[in-house]
């Protein structure tokens, strides 16, 4: 049987992927993530199963394949935090979870703004204590308002739709534009000026780094309320706490952080030396942050255990890999594996 070091368990992935396994591998779950330092947890196995709050450096990958592993399947769709050419260096397939549930994300990017709107989270907290005064808590109608959409893949368009039932206008922006989707596409400029609300759902590449910065904040609709579910690394965190102190942007949803990966998934309630900018948003009445949970639903969770043990089982008989990613599909233009050049009996790298 073969055996997987599982990285960075919680109670209700143990659960997901234990109804699913039916005992076809010895899963080794792990509470800690995969980094330099957890790698002997690794030994003796023959996959490894990481989240996208991993630490997967050239020292990691080549940490797994000096330990016999050739295989890392990432049980989430985002890859940024994966050296790619080290792991095509070293002969690591790497295989992912490109869709789990879109309704999940795109619904949470909706709680958090409908949230935002109404003052729902300032409410609660004052009915709590008996407080039952209005004061404060005027919102505004969603219907008639622009919403911006940023990135169309599967997520962007259910958000694009889930606005459209407010009675919302929709502007979108998007790379590679999308005639099929029925949208507008606008450049990115003119969706921040006539945008109410602006959703981030496209991935984390060097060309998005910090797409939302100073200067763009600074061209978008005063007022505006934000919406991030994406990947924290498309927002510039000082840029953004400027422009909610100075009223450029009005609120902010945040399900992600660029420096989530030491502070999200556990509870950090009693460190004192917390992260500032982390925690001045935090602070902050009109921001909400939830800790990457926008994936987090009974389906999902239910997707995610199936695709990757699929990804698993495909890749120990040998077979197509239709989930797999590396180094030469990413240097071909982009992260479909039909894209990459080199690629043999459906997969990117050899079988062995």
Request: glycine share 8%.
């Amino acid at each position: 049987m073969k055996k997987i070091a599982f990285f960075d368990t919680k109670p209700y992935d143990k659960e997901s992927f234990e109804r699913q396994n039916n005992g076809r591998y010895d899963i080794r779950y792990f509470e800690t993530r995969l980094k330099a330092a957890a790698l002997p947890l690794a030994d003796g196995c023959d996959a490894a199963c990481a989240f996208v709050n991993a630490e997967i450096d050239r020292a990691v990958v080549e940490g797994l394949v000096k330990r016999g592993i050739k295989v890392l399947a990432m049980r989430c769709a985002g890859y940024n935090n994966v050296d790619f050419k080290a792991a095509y260096e070293a002969g690591l397939t790497v295989v992912r979870v490109p869709a789990y549930s879109p309704y999940a994300v795109a619904e949470h990017a909706a709680a958090l703004l409908m949230t935002l709107t109404r003052h729902i989270h300032r409410a609660a907290v004052r009915t709590r204590d008996f407080n039952f005064s209005l004061v404060g808590l005027t919102g505004f109608d969603l219907h008639g308002k622009t919403a911006g959409v940023i990135g169309t893949g599967k997520i962007g368009r259910i958000f694009a739709d889930i606005c459209k039932g407010f009675g919302m206008k929709v502007l979108a922006y998007d790379a590679f534009p999308n005639p099929a989707t029925g949208l507008e596409y606008v450049m990115l400029n003119r969706l921040l000026a006539e945008s109410d609300i602006v959703s981030l759902h496209c991935p984390l590449l060097p060309d998005t780094k910090h797409l939302i910065n100073a200067d763009t904040l600074a061209k978008a609709k005063r007022g505006f309320t934000l919406i991030n579910t994406s990947r924290g690394g498309l927002v510039d965190s000082e840029a953004l706490l400027s422009a909610l102190r100075d009223g450029t942007v009005g609120a902010a949803g945040l399900d992600v952080y660029e420096e989530e990966s030491e502070w999200f998934y556990e509870d950090r309630s009693d460190v004192t030396r917390q992260n500032k900018t982390l925690s001045l948003l935090v602070s902050l009445p009109n921001v909400i942050v939830t800790s990457h949970q926008a994936f987090l639903t009974h389906e999902a969770l239910a997707n995610i255990a199936t695709t990757t043990l699929k990804n698993l089982d495909d890749y120990f008989v040998g077979a197509p890999l239709e989930n797999e990613i590396c180094y030469r599909c990413l240097g071909s233009g982009g992260a479909n594996k039909s894209d990459c050049p080199h690629r043999a009996n459906g997969r990117c790298h050899s079988v062995t």
